[in-house]
């Protein structure tokens, strides 16, 4: 008894005293941490396992293994069905072209009123429809914009070569005439036009203004009148840039009187 005695160490004793704790910096904070998380993890563990499942969480589970399960025979139901000539995984109907799964159980789970979700969707596709309806019409739009675009610029390029084509008229016009030695044109606006005058020549302009400028016609008016009188008069076609021998000549080998016909 005594050995044993002697043989314990003494707890008052230097070995026990003298021993030096890790003080470093910082350590017994790292510790309390642990400690903390320690207990606060195995708190949650508890709170799991003592947790009572709520009522809605219950009947969900129940609701969740009675839908998994398929109906046997000691459903009333179901036995009915099979002495009617049912069999399981079989269509319904006379024909076997009805469904095969029961018919899906939606539970309504939120607090708002019957109808509210069907209001939502409906509103929801209205809306939808709303933005199509305005990209379809901003569509249209950009489409119309570009096609009176390509409207006024087709125009546009239509009249510069009724302009050209009248021009190449008045300048054969007034050549052709020049040969025959017709002095004054038929009509003012038949020639061009001299580009250059003198100051003397200034009111003489200004009053022979209205003839040359034809208002009551347009281009495409002059076009037609002088390209007739160049066939009629001179047997010459502008487009074919041609002065034929006779008027049999010209209706044989010009495919005809307009610009279309050149084509």
């Not at 006379?94 to 095969?100: A, E, F, L, N």
């Not at 302009?205 to 076009?223: C, G, M």
Request: charge should be negative; aromatic fraction near 6%; proline fraction near 3%.
């Amino acid at each position: 008894m005594k050995l044993n005695m002697a043989e314990e160490e003494d707890y008052m004793s230097d070995s026990f005293i003298n021993v030096q704790e890790d003080i470093r910096p910082g350590l017994p904070m790292l510790r309390q941490i642990r400690e903390a998380r320690r207990k606060e993890e195995k708190q949650q563990e508890a709170n799991l396992k003592n947790r009572q499942k709520s009522l809605k969480e219950e009947e969900q589970e129940r609701r969740d293994i009675g839908l998994k399960n398929a109906l046997g025979s000691e459903n009333k139901g179901f036995a009915l069905l099979q002495k009617m000539g049912y069999k399981s995984g079989q269509a319904l109907g006379k024909t076997g072209d009805g469904i095969v799964e029961p018919i899906p159980l939606n539970v309504k789970t939120g607090k708002s009123g019957i109808g509210h979700e069907a209001l939502l969707k409906r509103k929801a596709e209205e809306k939808l429809e709303s933005y199509r309806r305005k990209i379809h019409m901003k569509n249209q739009a950009e489409e119309k914009a570009a096609e009176q675009f390509r409207m006024r610029l087709k125009n546009k390029q239509d009249e510069m070569k009724l302009e050209g084509d009248l021009k190449r008229s008045q300048r054969a016009c007034q050549q052709l005439d020049t040969q025959k030695n017709i002095q004054v044109p038929r009509e003012a606006w038949y020639w061009l036009r001299p580009e250059e005058e003198t100051e003397e020549e200034e009111e003489e302009k200004e009053q022979d203004e209205d003839e040359y400028e034809s208002e009551d016609l347009t281009v495409l008016e002059k076009l037609q009148i002088l390209t007739h009188y160049l066939r009629e008069e001179h047997l010459y076609c502008i487009w074919c840039g041609t002065a034929y021998e006779d008027k049999e000549d010209l209706s044989s080998n010009c495919p005809g009187p307009t610009s279309a016909d050149h084509d």
